[in-house]
């Protein structure tokens, strides 16, 4: 990992940028204690969930659901009746829904 450390599924509380950035974890949510951690580089990888630890990503990109069915295999009638022209079907109200056969 060329010199990385990874600290799978840490709650970050805070990230103050610097040089180096200062990064303070949470231990554990129920006690409150946190722990430093100094990085030149942070790699935020959270989803969408970024809770305003960077504003500047957080007022872009919020979290969805994605899922997936899947069906026994349909014939070609079929699938033209339920969508003619083959092209996905997509929404643009607040939940955003999306599907293609």
Do not use: Q, W
């Amino acid at each position: 990992a060329a010199g990385a450390r990874i600290f799978d599924r840490a709650e970050v509380a805070t990230v103050s940028p610097g040089d180096p950035h200062e990064v303070r974890l949470r231990k554990a949510a129920a006690s409150g204690a946190e722990t430093g951690v100094r990085a030149t580089v942070v790699l935020y990888a959270c989803n969408g969930y970024l809770s305003g630890l960077e504003p500047l990503t957080s007022a872009r990109v919020m979290p969805i659901n994605s899922f997936v069915v899947a069906t026994e295999p349909l014939s070609d009638e079929r699938c033209r009746s339920l969508i003619r022209d083959d092209v996905a079907v997509a929404d643009s109200r607040f939940v955003v829904n999306y599907y293609r056969l």
